[in-house]
């Protein structure tokens, strides 16, 4: 019998949260609860009180299926088919990444938009939801802004962490955590009331309340087991509350043999299984033994497409049939549920209950199951294998080994708080393999010194290893060094891998760089990213930007969503060294957004540092100071020199837009003391001409050549004409400080040249801006003005408005008053409505701009809305016009450069 009492005030909480959904504010609510407090019961009576026009999406964690990749992601794509809305079904593999996953799921609840109500997307016992669907789905509520979505998650407070990210969504205006205590004494009255106990007299309820802590589970119980005329008399003993298995026990004592064996092997099933194997487990000869267990509230049936179901109506239920079990007879039933169940895992969990020791040949199954889950993608369902695995090794050898390859693979998922746990199970021996995963577990936690020792002693102990394992640690120190700006050792790591491995890694391609030998091309280079790398570091811009923009789209079709974001991050520094600023604006942002949203932390330095460039240049200031300050935040976090070296350079940049030349040198000064002279590959970073430039405006010409000589000559001998452009620009104003206006003249044309051979439109508007101010200082104004008005011209269109204002100063210094602009830009759009708008321009639908961008179609219209609002037009046909013009190769799907 359902009964449900008080809870008004959770109620009403619930209904507040439903009312900021339907405004189109999407909320989350975690309701949390010990066991027994009613989270369910709670849950299904506000679904209960919903109007039709709700559409629900319900799915449950299991015990059972914890480890099960996305089961809880699936739950909610039938869910979406029992509604009635059309469509394809979920394409979910369990390799996937979580936010590949999430994604879809995106994609998923946008078709529920047709109902016209809100969604309502429940995961109940969230507590024993699958890692991957928590990850999925925090992603996806991310991703929801203007959405009428409410989801309730309900969950023990002690779930290991499972829940923690929705926790943290679920706050501010996003969200609450809504915890639930126990009955109060008027509800207590009216429970007892409602299951037939008469009315409890105040005292007596109050008793009840100091018995059981209001916990209506434990309150039910002594209401069906107890005396009504003793619970009214408000005195003697009752049964405790921490005793709920005495009550449950009890009253499976009092059913029939037939009835308890089936309940027993119900219970070593799990918490669900076919009423059919539960029968065939305890012996029995028909379904019909169990009917007086059903009427004892100890289990319930219902129809199942496979047949009744039977299921226990609480865990806590078949936790004291399941522990009352004699050990032998457990291990019994369970070796018989390993002949009846039918899948393999199935089958392997009831042999590992079974085992009562040591069992090599069990051992070594595990152990070719687990390597089976990782090739498809289940790390964390593959550690959980290897974990069982190593119980029933009686070699401690082989015991830590499974265990030490569980760590790696939780590493690998991104779970490293249960990888450090179970470290601390493994004891030290000081093995390689021991080695490289304490290593990998300390890189991930941000210790790269404890890292860098144990990653080195990995390296000593592995004489005979596997080739596949050296290559693993060479290519785990490689990439350490790479992230602490030691090039060097970086290639020498790099480089030892290359032996086992002949493909260079993205680690190896940029080290390379910074240690200052030049990048062969090469046809050994392991990913699209590592290539599209090494393209923007020798400066084939368009052909980075081709080679870029097809990875983003083959990684994210392939599941690689973290791979896809380094790939996206270097997208947006490609074609902000092109002056395509809308488009590295727009793919900064979105990698920022994406990367925030999948958690991914440790890369937000750097991508924040991408974001600031091309805002610096446009003069936006407020976006530009905000990503740099993001960027230092994220490098301090991560305390990695590769992020502070980024963020560095980033603020150098907005303050070179600003003029603040004193600041420059401020930032960039260390950077030049620590290269002492030395100069990497030009194509990685153009800081030493910002700082030799810098340095001529305060004046200090002779530093200024110190900085820039090393640069100009590595620059020269490796033909980078975009660096060369750069330098030969600072060059001419240096010999201008110098007095030699004939050499500064050769310098700037010099510039000129190389600006016209790499195409870069910003370059040569660069360049003739500081030629025209060179031609007005010597004189010859005519000439300096037909200069300075070539150079605006492209300066006003790409939107630069710090060089355009240093020119129009030029300009009226010539005597003449340039045309001012009025029309509204797309520079006055935030960073996500310029993705939009771009991809709409680009005449991508309405929903092929949400998939691409991973967003609802929710929040695709209402940026549109903005966009056409700022911009003063009606159309996509009049956005196109009024955009920086996207070249196909630019836009992730597209052929082309």
């Known amino acids: ?16 949260h439903l009312a900021l959904s339907r405004a189109g504010r999407s909320q989350v609510v975690v309701v949390e609860g010990d066991p027994g407090t009613g989270k369910t019961a709670l849950v299904q009576a506000f679904l209960d009180g919903l109007d039709p026009s709700a559409g629900v999406l319900r799915a449950s964690g299991e015990e059972a299926e914890e480890l099960v990749s996305y089961g809880v992601v699936e739950q909610l794509a039938r869910a979406v088919e029992r509604v009635g809305v059309a469509g394809p079904p979920l394409p979910v593999r369990a390799a996937d990444e979580p936010p590949v996953v999430g994604a879809a799921l995106v994609a998923l609840l946008d078709r529920l938009r047709e109902r016209g109500g809100p969604v309502v997307l429940v995961v109940d016992d969230g507590h024993w939801a699958d890692v991957p669907s928590v990850q999925a789905l925090v992603f996806a509520l991310r991703r929801l802004g203007s959405d009428r979505v409410l989801t309730l998650v309900a969950a023990r407070p002690l779930d290991g962490g499972r829940v923690d990210r929705l926790r943290a969504l679920a706050s501010g205006d996003r969200g609450r955590t809504l915890r639930l205590g126990g009955l109060g004494v008027d509800d207590l009255v009216a429970l007892g009331r409602e299951l037939g106990s008469g009315e409890l007299p105040l005292p007596a309820a109050q008793r009840l309340l100091d018995h059981t802590g209001g916990v209506p589970l434990h309150a039910r119980a002594l209401f069906e087991e107890v005396d009504p005329a003793v619970l009214r008399a408000g005195e003697g003993p009752l049964p405790s509350p921490l005793s709920y298995s005495v009550l449950v026990l009890g009253r499976l004592s009092q059913c029939p043999p037939g009835a308890r064996a089936v309940v027993a092997a119900a219970a070593v099933l799990g918490e669900r299984c076919r009423l059919a194997d539960a029968v065939a487990l305890a012996g029995e000869s028909g379904a019909e033994v169990v009917a007086a267990a059903v009427t004892a509230r100890i289990v319930t049936t219902a129809p199942a497409p496979h047949g009744t179901a039977l299921r226990f109506p609480h865990a806590l239920i078949r936790a004291a049939v399941y522990h009352d ?3 032998a007879d457990r291990m019994a039933l369970h070796a018989r549920a390993a002949r009846i169940v039918a899948t393999p895992d199935e089958v392997l969990r009831h042999r590992v209950a079974a085992a009562g020791g040591s069992d090599r040949e069990l051992a070594g199954e595990l ?20 974990i069982s695995a190593a119980g029933l090794f009686p070699d401690p050898a082989d015991r830590n080994r499974s265990l030490l390859d569980a760590v790696e693979l939780l590493v690998l998922a991104g779970e490293r708080s249960r990888a450090t746990e179970l470290a601390r199970a493994v004891p030290g021996g000081g093995s390689a ?15 790269t010194s404890e890292a860098e020792q144990l990653l080195l002693a990995a390296w000593s102990a592995a004489g005979g290893a596997d080739p596949g394992f050296r290559a693993g640690v060479c290519d785990a120190l490689c990439h350490l060094y790479y992230l602490q700006l030691r090039a060097a050792e970086s290639v020498e790591w790099g480089t030892r891998a290359l032996a086992v491995d002949p493909h260079q890694s993205v680690s ?19 990913t699209a990213v590592a290539r599209g790398a090494r393209l923007l570091w020798t400066e084939d811009h368009a052909g980075a930007r081709a080679e870029l923009s097809h990875a983003v789209t083959a990684l994210r079709s392939g599941g690689m969503f973290v791979a896809s974001l380094h790939a996206q991050g270097y997208l947006a520094l490609t074609q902000h060294r092109m002056g395509a600023w809308d488009g590295a604006v727009a793919d900064a942002a979105e990698a920022v957004a994406l990367a925030e949203d999948a958690e991914q932390d440790w890369m937000l330095a750097r991508l924040h540092s991408y974001a600031a460039m091309p805002h610096a240049a446009r003069g936006d200031w407020e976006r530009a100071d905000a990503h740099v300050a993001a960027a230092t935040a994220a490098a301090a ?14 603020a150098a940049n907005v303050a070179d837009a600003r003029g603040a030349h004193a600041r420059v040198v401020e930032l960039l000064g260390p950077l030049a003391e620590r290269a002492a002279g030395r100069a990497g590959e030009p194509g990685v ?38 660096a060369l452009t750069a330098a030969c620009r600072v060059r001419g104003r240096l010999q201008a400080a110098r007095g030699d206006v004939a050499g500064a003249e050769r310098a700037l044309r010099a510039a ?13 508007a660069l360049t003739a801006l500081a030629h025209g101010a060179l031609l007005r200082r010597s004189g010859r104004r005519r000439a300096a003005a037909d200069a300075l008005g070539s150079a605006r011209a492209v300066l006003e269109r790409l939107g630069a408005r710090p060089a355009l204002e240093r020119c129009d100063e030029e300009l009226a210094a010539c005597g003449l008053t340039p045309t001012r602009r009025t029309a509204r830009e797309p520079g006055a759009l935030t960073p996500r409505e310029l993705c939009v708008a771009r991809l709409a321009a680009s005449g991508m639908s309405n929903p092929e701009v949400a998939a691409e961008l991973i967003v609802s179609l929710n929040t695709v219209e209402f940026h549109l809305r903005n966009v056409y609002a700022k911009l003063g037009i009606r159309s996509r046909a009049q956005l196109a016009g009024r955009l920086e013009r996207p070249l196909r190769g630019a836009l992730r799907g597209a052929d082309g450069g």
């Open 325 to 327: 079990l004699d050990l």
């Open 637 to 650: 976090a991560t305390g990695l020199p590769l992020d502070r070296v980024g963020a560095t350079v980033a």
């Open 1 to 16: 019998m359902a009964v449900f009492v008080g809870r008004d005030r959770e109620l009403a909480v619930l209904g507040e």
């Open 685 to 722: 970073s153009n800081w030493p001409c910002m700082l030799a430039d810098a340095l001529l405006h305060l004046g200090r010409p002779d530093e200024a050549q110190d900085v820039l000589a090393p640069f100009e000559r590595r620059a020269e001998e490796l033909g980078r004409r975009v």
């Open 508 to 526: 190896l391609v940029t080290s390379l760089a910074l240690a200052g030998r030049s990048i062969a091309p090469t046809e050994q280079l392991a």
């Open 752 to 764: 000129a040249g190389h600006a016209r051979d790499t195409g870069a439109e910003i370059d040569t």
């Open 433 to 447: 393999h021991e080695s490289f995963v304490r290593g990998l577990l300390a890189f991930t936690a941000g210790r």
């Open 367 to 386: 152990r070719a199951l687990a390597a089976d889950q990782v090739d498809g993608g289940e790390r964390s369902r593959a550690a959980a294998t290897l």
